[in-house]
């Protein structure tokens, strides 16, 4: 089954500053989803963008989707240490054996220092 | 308030001895899945169920079965536990296909 691939695999920043993280992929999807990790607890969704869409934004979140380029970036702004998690990309395929459960790229570390 | 419980939290038990792993959601959600995480890995689906009595396979299935016999619960049974299962386990529920999935709080098992 398709993964993302975030890159980079690890980004270390100032409170203040902005966090890009990007997630790429080989084949076509129905949708592309954004998740938000603190260490060892569940995952939480941030956004989620449909392949018809181009960009969204959820308070200080901003997502872009380029579907020619197959990629997608999630940017951060004005970081604050809270901030600090994995961020991992999800894609739900047009098909994957019936099912349109999405399925996790290995994630991008960002660390922001206060 | 909207929940995925998974139980235990923590779970430390030895080779072969069959342990099952519970999850509960209470937002009647159809689609329910398990993944295990791994470092340098990512997560990996092992199974999922798009509703009662209807499961199938993820990408690691392998040493792991499930069964959803009521909508609430999906829960995840190791019959033969070995110790390349050990790692971090999630639970997650959905609304429905293509739309966000919410994850439980994990059950790290560690398997001697």
């Known amino acids: 089954s398709q993964q993302g691939e975030e890159d980079p695999q690890a980004l270390s920043i100032q409170e203040g500053e902005n966090a890009t993280m990007n997630c790429s992929y080989k084949?076509?999807?129905?949708?592309l989803q954004w998740y938000r990790q603190n260490s060892g607890r569940g995952l939480v969704h941030l956004i989620l963008i449909r392949s018809n869409e181009r960009e969204k934004h959820s308070g200080r979140l901003r997502v872009t989707l380029d579907t020619s380029k197959k990629s997608s970036s999630l940017l951060i702004t004005a970081s604050r240490a809270a901030d600090t998690a994995s961020y991992f990309c999800a894609l739900s395929p047009p098909h994957k054996g019936g099912s349109y459960i999405p399925t996790f790229g290995r994630g991008t570390s960002l660390i922001v220092h206060p | 308030e909207a929940q995925v419980t998974q139980n235990p939290r923590y779970l430390i038990t030895v080779t072969g001895k069959k342990l099952t792993v519970t999850c509960s959601q209470n937002m009647n959600h159809e689609y329910m899945s398990w993944y295990r995480q791994d470092p340098g890995l990512g997560l990996r689906q092992i199974y999922y169920s798009m509703n009662v009595e209807v499961t199938d396979k993820g990408d690691v299935p392998e040493g792991y079965k499930v069964s959803r016999k009521e909508k609430r619960n999906f829960p995840l049974i190791l019959e033969s536990p070995s110790p390349n299962q050990t790692s971090l386990y999630f639970c997650?529920?959905?609304?429905?296909?293509?739309?966000?999935?919410?994850f439980g709080p994990g059950t790290r098992l560690t398997v001697t």
């Open positions: 084949t076509s999807i129905n949708n």
């Open positions: 997650a529920t959905s609304p429905g296909p293509l739309y966000e999935q919410y």
